[in-house]
């Protein structure tokens, strides 16, 4: 079968609409009609890397954030059925490493020799029509939800979810955490904050409509992100700063302000990948403040995260883009005016 797919056919290069072969699955393989497929800021930085950064041969479909209703099941695949709403864990590791068997594929330890991440990082991935899914373990079933509006569950839920559970010593009541940049992924950080902590949550953005926005999906205060950004937060948390501070965005000037609003023995979460440097010396950060950089989510965490969106405590903000569309998606997402997530929705 023949269908349209957006690959990356050259680095450093937008990548091309092209018709591309889908085949039958094979053992154990699923294949997906794609009903949502996110588009990522990280899609936007695969982009811009250089040639023989990435172990990743080329060309390959891009979406790593996906879901969609089973269209076909490989032989020996049992459990799912033509027609069903499905989600699809982003992250394909080889599934027999101890990392895998735990569900952490997202720590795989053979990346190196599978040469990819997952689809639409290395592999095919769902800005086409149809993506082939090379394990059945890989999908988690959506119930009521609707594949194209919850399709970033899958990756603007499952990294700020990965992120906050690592932290949850730290969330106790009485605790601060600050959200820097709430775009898709930083308000399903604030939602996912108010839904499993006790701590109060400070929204940082340089949009008044995005931190509108935050304030009614259960943010309690507002800062906007301008020089004056640090005194205000320090102000709010008593000259304390916060247990916790994820910036979502990950530019010099926001890591700047992580690193001036986080409290000591706190934790600084890089969750966006916007190129920027923090300076690490003794005096660069507070004392026993700890910086990490979580990387996307496990398959169980998934889960969680679906249960919460199905219990009715998560609202996805979307907006819908053909994929003949997927420019202007770009575009918007590079302008900033996107009001959540972008969402490509190759069958209407």
Known sequence: MKTKAYQLVEWQKPPELREVEVREPGPGEVLLKVGGAGACHSDLTLMGIPPGFMPYTLPFTLGHEAAGWVEALGPGVTGFERGQPVLVYGCWGCGRCKPCRMGSENHCERVP???????????????????????????????????????????????????LKRALPLLVPGSTAVVIGVGGVGQMAVQLLRAVTAARIIAVDMSLEKLARAKELGADETVRSDEHAVGHIRELTRGLGAEVVMDVVGVDSTLKLAAGVARQSGQIQLLGIGGGVLPFHFFGVPLECQVVAPYWGTLPELMEVLALAQAGRLRMTVEHFSLEQLPEAFQRMRGGTLKGRAVITPHG
Request: glycine share 12%; proline share 10%.
């Open 113 to 163: 020799e599978l040469r990819y991440h997952g689809g639409g990082l290395g592999r095919d991935g769902s800005l086409a029509h149809y993506v082939l899914v090379p394990s059945s373990r890989l999908l988690v079933p959506m119930g009521s939800l609707d594949p194209r509006d919850w399709a970033p569950l899958a990756d603007a839920a499952l990294a700020p979810y990965h992120a």
